[in-house]
């Protein structure tokens, strides 16, 4: 009935039905978080909701993979928190602009493909922090402020708010085994919001967090001097801002991929990325990125295409400009309850099941970025520093690979076969693997099952070929590829090797490159 229509994706079929409803929970749950972000950051509320509105609206339409949804998120506005302190509201606006400068240069350059090099256990331990964060986030709503100290809920407040949290996670468990026609976080929303305003009972609402009633996003030129100067100070907030939100936008494109089966665009998304956070540095708002939350609370709710996250950015412009006083009695605690599913669902509960299988380095890994994560709330950080883990233990047990088959041929020629890559982690241990002095007059090193790959393997080839002449010795290297001679050639003017041509050899192969 709702299906079969097609919109912006031509190879993904819409189902209205599902997609408007799964729009209309993601509006819900982000607008809270959009809120208290600007909050945190000392923005104007408002700047937030702009932020979800834009980000939202410009990445559904043009972003890189249907399903994903992208607001004003926390890894983001945290980056220019103390720029907002030191300098004020102005310079954000413009650094939020520089930063998606940065982020369509990057899309347009093609270098989102780099994410490709994040291993799976910098992925677990990327998401399985960020589900502690979700979670612990939502304990904030337990607190309250008393003369000016916040404090833990008690007494009755602490168990209205406690039993309508239950009864929201009760809802979202059990409604999709009665039927999976409404999104289940959306029923738990709207069952606990007649339960609250029906009887009357008090709790913590939205309004409560700050105003949402304003008008549309009002266009403005930041007010900054525009010189050298400017520039030396904003540029190094972009740059991070840039790089925080393409990391976390590609790491949740990456999860997206993995759930649905499919395949997302990641230079589409940068570009996408970069124009949403312009026109928030242009239209009052405080920037943003994808957000896995709400992405993972949209595919739950069955979304597969890009209409949802663009009924989700109207919602929220629509309740500034008209229903605010509806939307700000809606109970935190119901709010509350679907963050705190959503978080359960983050979590890689596999990770348990097949640690005990993986490498002792992985296991490392993975802990070392869920600590980071959790620890600092700085998700590109955690994502580096597991990657040049990831990358140094690659190094070192490639390092270690490297080894030398010896044997003298009927003309008293001595052949070293190496295989395993030679580069800089493994030169030391293939200049182990040469007796200069009881060698043979000529030796050929064979690379047909090797590789040179970098100046630090150059260097040390040069070196040997030396150490041979100075013994009245000729070194000849056999079977190299051709981006091995390329290498090589390119280094000429500064190094001495004797290539062995070999017509007998493929080396202009592309399937093997040795």
Request: aromatic residues 10%; positive net charge.
């Amino acid at each position: 009935m709702f299906s079969g229509v097609r919109l912006f994706d031509f190879s993904q079929k819409v189902n209205y039905k599902t997609e408007i409803l799964a729009g209309l929970t993601v509006a819900m749950t982000m607008m809270p978080e959009s809120l208290s972000f600007a909050i945190l950051a000392g923005f104007p509320p408002l700047v937030g909701l702009y932020a979800a509105f834009m980000m939202g609206l410009v990445t559904s339409i043009f972003g890189g993979r249907p399903g994903l949804i992208s607001g004003g998120a926390g890894a983001v506005v945290v980056v220019v928190i103390a720029l907002m302190k030191s300098n004020g509201i102005e310079y954000v606006f413009a650094a939020v602009a520089l930063a998606g400068v940065i982020q369509i240069v990057i899309g347009l350059f093609k270098l989102g493909k780099f994410i490709r090099l994040v291993p799976q256990p910098v992925m677990y331990g990327f998401v399985n922090g960020l589900a502690v964060i979700i979670f612990m986030a939502q304990m904030e709503q337990f607190k309250t402020v008393v003369n000016g100290n916040v404090t833990w809920l008690s007494g009755e407040p602490l168990m209205i708010m406690a039993g309508l949290v239950a009864l929201t996670i009760a809802i979202v468990y059990i409604f999709p085994k009665i039927s999976k026609a409404v999104p289940p976080s959306l029923v738990a929303i709207i069952v606990v919001f007649l339960l609250v305003l029906g009887f009357g009972i008090h709790t913590k609402t939205v309004s409560d967090i700050a105003s949402v009633s304003g008008g549309f996003p009002p266009f403005h030129i930041p007010g900054i001097p525009l010189n050298f100067d400017t520039l030396q100070l904003i540029f190094p907030y972009a740059l991070i801002m840039a790089g925080v939100g393409l990391t976390e936008g590609l790491l949740t494109l990456n999860l997206v991929d993995e759930m649905t089966g499919t395949r997302g665009n990641g230079n589409r998304e940068c570009i996408a990325q970069g124009s949403a956070n312009i026109l928030n540095g242009f239209f009052y708002g405080m920037g943003g990125c994808p957000m896995i939350a709400q992405t993972l609370v949209n595919l739950s709710a069955g979304s597969r295409a890009r209409l949802s996250g663009i009924i989700a950015s109207l919602t929220i412009l629509l309740i500034i400009l008209f229903g605010a006083p509806i939307i700000g009695r809606l109970p935190m605690a119901a709010l509350t309850g679907v963050m705190i599913m959503v978080a359960f669902g983050t979590f890689e509960w596999l990770s348990f099941k097949i640690i005990n299988k993986m490498p002792k380095q992985d296991i490392f890994v993975m802990i070392v970025v869920a600590v980071i994560t959790i620890w600092l709330h700085n998700l590109a950080l955690a994502v580096l520093a597991g990657v040049i883990i990831s990358a140094l233990v690659f190094a070192w047990e490639s390092a270690k690979r490297i080894r030398a088959r010896k044997y003298l041929d009927e003309n008293g020629v001595k052949y070293y076969e190496i295989y395993g890559p030679l580069f800089f982690g493994s030169v030391t241990g293939f200049n182990e693997k040469f007796d200069v002095n009881a060698d043979p007059a000529q030796v050929v090193i064979d690379f047909k099952d090797s590789k040179i790959t970098d100046m630090s393997a150059i260097d040390a080839i040069n070196k040997l070929t030396e150490r041979y002449k100075n013994a009245g010795k000729k070194l000849l290297l056999k079977h190299l590829s051709t981006d091995c001679r390329r290498l090589l050639n390119n280094a000429a003017e500064v190094i001495e090797v004797n290539i062995l041509e070999d017509p007998s050899y493929n080396v202009a192969t592309e399937d093997r490159k040795s």
